[in-house]
């Protein structure tokens, strides 16, 4: 944001699954910033009044917003829920995830279709409602948030894999859509992170992830924030389509 911008004039972002984790660690760095942060939740109401407490005490303003973003219907009036109270939408990064670690004959349709549906579906609705108003007022910015699953695999996360693969796709192809029209779609592509949803994993073995990370340690949340909002700044606006890994070297494997 612009110095000279007040308040009444700051821009704002709709971070999806932005009141834990990686989401939080963003709408955090974005709050502190100045921008106006929609914060969209699935669950866990604890968390987001803890994010609400801990921003506004900082000066930060935050809203937190209630959705399943597994529902097209859910994404689509989260989006007018965010232009309602905000007045305008800049920003949108597609954060909301959902991981089950399961063996290929164990997993169901119903693990299939919620795995898909909030890691891949909700990524393009959520973007198809944005693309209305940011461009109309010629201006956005779309991050999604993929993972290091789709390009080296996982036995027990296929569904998840799948999902994640198909951001990559689904990134380029919009950001062709919309390169006219002043909004860039760009993809973030996390390793290992120190998250709730990372130690709740029931087959990963966390020393055999770390051997396989060149720098020899997991992620911190702030440093994948600081991916994501390099792709938001108004400098980044020659970037689009780009695929930006940080997964402290874990890809290129060996």
Known sequence: MSPAQSVADARVALVTGGTRGLGRAVSERLATSGIRVA???????????????DCRAGGGIVTVHHADVADPGACRRLVGEVLARHGRLDYLVNN???????????????????????????????????????????????????????????????????????????????????????????????????TDLATALTYTDRDAVTSMIPMGRWGRPEELAHAVCFLLDDLASYITGAIVTVDGGMSMGG
Do not use: H
């Open 39 to 53: 914060a969209a939740f699935a669950n866990d109401v604890d968390a987001a009044e803890a994010l609400c407490a």
């Open 96 to 194: 909301a995830g959902t991981v089950i670690e399961r063996r290929y004959a164990e997993v169901t349709a119903e693990n299939w279709d919620r795995q898909v549906a909030v890691n891949l579906s909700a990524a393009f609705f959520l973007t198809q409602a944005a693309l209305e108003p940011m461009s109309a007022q010629r201006f956005g910015r779309v991050v999604n948030i993929g993972s290091v699953t789709a390009s080296m695999g996982s036995p027990v996360q296929i569904p998840y894999g799948a999902a994640k693969a198909g951001l990559v796709g689904l990134t380029r192809s919009v950001a062709r859509a919309v390169a006219r029209k002043g909004v860039t779609v760009n993809c973030v592509i996390p390793g290992s992170f120190d």
